[in-house]
């Protein structure tokens, strides 16, 4: 059974920083596409960050670009969402997913597997 587990997240003031995680277990990632997407209240769920099975290539949505930076290590079944510089706009859950297609970047639909979710609150 494929499972995705975020963590990481919490309550953080403007300008903190907050460093997500999510494991995988029950497959191995070494083909896979993991993207990182979040939901704010009464808003569509945004796709904000994909990385390419090798690393090689890497999307950020407009929103998080020189803020955000999305790894992942070669071996490991994990991806990691480095969160600078943030602000009250990015509050929301972080949920991470995984995928067998290519060029899925950061379209949800192209998503087969996916985390519950972990909540960013950004607030003073």
């Known amino acids: 059974q494929v499972q995705l587990v975020e963590s990481g997240g919490g309550l953080v003031q403007p300008g903190g920083s907050l460093r997500l995680s999510c494991e995988v277990t029950g497959l191995t990632l070494d083909n896979y596409v993991i993207g990182w997407f979040r939901q704010a209240p009464g808003k569509e769920r945004e796709g904000i960050s994909s990385?390419?099975?090798?690393?090689?290539?890497?999307y950020y949505a407009d929103s998080v670009k020189g803020r955000f930076t999305n790894s992942r290590n070669s071996g490991e079944s994990a991806s990691y969402l480095q969160m600078n510089n943030l602000k009250p706009e990015d509050t929301a859950v972080y949920y991470c997913?995984?995928?067998?297609?290519?060029?899925?970047?950061?379209?949800?639909?192209?998503?087969?597997?996916w985390g519950r979710g972990t909540q960013v609150t950004v607030s003073s």
């Open positions: 990385v390419s099975s090798d690393s090689a290539i890497t």
């Open positions: 997913a995984t995928t067998r297609v290519v060029n899925a970047g950061l379209d949800s639909r192209k998503y087969m597997y």
